[in-house]
């Protein structure tokens, strides 16, 4: 118990929309850090500790690394944040508020990845990311959907995609609600890319069983601007279990969508405005929710 290291992630509210469609938004931008990355950060830095870590390791397109860097401060440990030079400025800022030191790594996501794991195999630092135990802090988000709709499972989750981590804990979260009977049924697992990094939107329309990395991307959408996503096959595994499907959208779409977004008082950043743009796009019937990643202050666009 001494071990958890907490700033009171989760508990975000699910606000219904004000023009009356059946639809809500789960609103990750009130997590401490102003994203959904908080919920599994918890986890991971609780593990770190228990393990007697100094030093953590990690990659990010901006917002992984604030949260970490939050809860590396809370714990007394050192964060070694590296990203690209696509991570908006303000992300870099938290970033260095909460202590942390950040490389800015030339190339793409993966190549800010291969760069954190070097510190783990040559300097021995903990590596946090992406991987199983952070996914088991984000199933969270679909536990608290389902009891603010009462245990009535919603029939599409929308969900920007990144490394695909959160996509996949929010499957595999309603997968165990659904085995221990407390509902009884499945979402659809509704996916959305930028049309300028979409490597698990062209692996679900050519119906492949693998990834093809990008080896350029362009989009605004830098939080999701992951070219050889971490967790695109369980994301695709989520999205054909569930009878979802995945798309994308240009950036046009989701700055639409970003901006429509504050007229019904919610202000996102533009990854997260995405899977409101999906919505749209989509002409969905059914209840529906869409996941609203992060914080609109947390990007200038
Ligand atoms: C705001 C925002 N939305 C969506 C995502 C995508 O999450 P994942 O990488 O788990 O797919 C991220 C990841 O950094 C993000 O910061």
Request: aromatic residues 8%; proline residues 4%.
């Amino acid at each position: 118990m001494e071990d958890i290291v907490t700033l009171h992630e989760g508990g975000t509210p699910l606000l219904r929309d004000p023009d009356g469609r059946d639809l809500f938004f789960k609103y990750e931008g009130v997590n401490p850090t102003g994203s959904f990355k908080d919920r599994g950060t918890a986890i991971e830095i609780s593990r770190a500790k228990e393990l007697g870590v100094q030093n953590v390791a990690c990659a990010t397109t901006g917002n992984m690394g604030a949260s970490v860097s939050a809860y590396c401060a809370v714990a007394k440990m050192n964060a070694h944040i590296f990203t690209t030079k696509f991570a908006e400025p303000a992300k870099i800022r938290q970033i260095k508020a909460y202590g942390a030191s950040v490389t800015v790594v030339p190339g793409t996501y993966d190549d800010a990845l291969a760069e954190s794991k070097k510190t783990r195999d040559e300097k021995g630092y903990y590596l946090m990311g992406d991987y199983p135990l952070r996914g088991e802090g984000q199933k969270s988000v679909a536990f608290e959907i389902a009891d603010q709709l009462n245990w009535g499972v919603p029939d599409n989750v929308i969900v920007p995609i990144g490394n695909g981590t959160l996509a996949w804990a929010t499957y595999k979260a309603f997968r165990e609600l659904e085995t221990v009977g407390l509902t009884n049924k499945m979402p659809r697992i509704i996916g959305v890319q930028a049309r300028g990094c979409n490597p698990v939107y062209n692996s679900f329309i050519h119906n492949l069983d693998y990834i093809v990395p990008l080896k350029k991307t362009n989009t605004i959408a830098s939080a999701i601007n992951c070219n050889n996503p971490v967790d695109g096959l369980e994301t695709l595994t989520a999205i054909r279990e569930s009878n979802g499907l995945c798309i994308q959208l240009s950036d046009e779409e989701i700055l639409r969508a970003k901006a429509e977004m504050g007229k019904l008082g919610i202000y996102a950043e533009v990854s997260g405005a995405a899977s409101y743009g999906a919505y749209k796009k989509l002409k969905l019937g059914g209840k529906t929710v869409c996941v609203v990643t992060g914080h609109g202050l947390k990007d200038s666009k």
